[in-house]
């Protein structure tokens, strides 16, 4: 069973950065995707960023050059990175892992 706990969020002003982290857990990640979501009030859950087990990475338009997704396969941890944050990052941001999904990490940006 894949067990992820996400961590790292809060409440930082616009501009500010935080770091993400998802520790995944029940399995060896090392041939798998890993992808952060976000899911803001009243809005529908939308795709951040992805690292591919292959190298490659992948961004929601909005977050690209703010925004960077890596992982630690030593500790099958995945990070989200985020600099330059603005009031529109507000949600809860989760990571999926073979579609199992964590509790979420609740980031909110002050203007």
């Known amino acids: 069973q894949v067990q992820l706990v996400e961590s790292g969020g809060g409440l930082v002003q616009a501009g500010g950065s935080l770091r993400l982290a998802c520790a995944a857990s029940?399995?060896?990640?090392?041939?798998?995707?890993m992808a952060w979501y976000r899911q803001a009030p009243g809005k529908a859950r939308e795709f951040v960023a992805i690292?591919?087990?292959?190298?490659?990475?992948l961004y929601l338009n909005a977050v690209k050059g703010r925004f960077t997704v890596f992982g630690d396969n030593n500790t099958n941890t995945l990070y989200l990175q985020m600099n330059n944050l603005k009031p529109e990052d507000t949600a809860i941001y989760y990571c999926?892992?073979?579609?199992?999904w964590g509790q979420g990490t609740q980031v909110t940006v002050s203007s």
């Open positions: 999926d892992v073979l579609e199992f």
């Open positions: 690292s591919g087990y292959l190298g490659t990475t």
């Open positions: 029940g399995r060896s990640f090392s041939d798998t995707n």
